[in-house]
Antibody
Framework: QVQLQQSGPGLVKPSQTLSLTCAIT??????????WNWIRQSPSRGLEWLGR?????????DYAVSVKSRITINADTSKNQFSLQVNSVTPEDTAVYFC???????????????WGQGTLVTVSS | EIVMTQSPATLSVSPGEGATLSCRAS??????LAWYQQKPGQAPRLLIYGASTRATGIPARFSGSGSGTEFTLTISSLQSEDFAVYYC?????????FGGGTKVEIK
């Protein structure tokens, strides 16, 4: 059974960088039959997919256009985890952030089988 | 971007009754649609993918149907643990997008 455990600060100052980590147990971040995603949820935006990383002989990333210029998703194979960085945050980035795993190939790994517990990140000075 | 619209926003149902939730896509997503259940303070849980395939461990009272732009999630005989918010998600085009949710509440 795959489990995802999130960590990272719950408060970030405007203009700074939001950083979260998602540790994977029960699967490998470098599996060629999985993709690892970040999703956020806020009252104003609802559920919003941010991006993903996956390994298919080399590393690939897909990002939502709305945040593409500000986010980076990386994998750390030594720790079997992946991370999210969002630069230049504003109060509009305040949300609950979830990591999520896609391990089913029927729709090219685009639905989310496993979720982290969520982290409320507040952007405020 | 594909816009997903769910209706109704809130559905009041008595325990033991059935519920039908709708999800409409702004353009065809074929059968590439998933449904999730979310309870307060928890992450969403995958219920259905491929429009009609139940995820591992999901009870048979949950069923999904539809294709193209019109989809339905049916819950037969609601149990106490089924009162929650339900979201649809299209898995066909980038960016992946979610509906605004339907809250199923106790009548």
């Amino acid at each position: 059974q795959v489990q995802l455990q999130q960590s990272g600060p719950g408060l970030v100052k405007p203009s700074q960088t939001l950083s979260l980590t998602c540790a994977i147990t029960g699967d490998s971040v470098s599996s060629n039959r999985a993709a690892w995603n970040w999703i956020r949820q806020s009252p104003s935006r609802g559920l919003e997919w941010l991006g993903r990383t996956y390994y298919r002989s080399k590393w690939y990333n897909d990002y939502a256009v709305s945040v593409k210029s500000r986010i980076t998703i990386n994998a750390d194979t030594s720790k079997n985890q992946f991370s999210l960085q969002v630069n230049s945050v504003t109060p509009e980035d305040t949300a609950v952030y979830f990591c999520a795993g896609s391990t089913d190939s029927s729709d090219w790994y685009r639905h989310f089988d496993y979720w982290g517990q969520g982290t409320l990140v507040t952007v405020s000075s | 971007e594909i816009v997903m619209t769910q209706s109704p926003a809130t559905l009041s149902v008595s325990p033991g009754e059935g519920a039908t939730l709708s999800c409409r896509a702004s353009q065809s997503v074929s059968y590439n649609l998933a449904w999730y259940q979310q309870k307060p303070g928890q992450a969403p849980r995958l219920l259905i993918y491929g429009a009609s395939t139940r995820a591992t461990g999901i009870p048979a009272r949950f069923s999904g149907s539809g294709s193209g732009t019109e989809f339905t999630l049916t819950i037969s005989s609601l149990q106490s643990e089924d009162f929650a918010v339900y979201y649809c998600q299209q898995c066909d085009n980038w960016p992946l997008t979610f509906g605004g949710g339907t809250k199923v509440e106790i009548k």
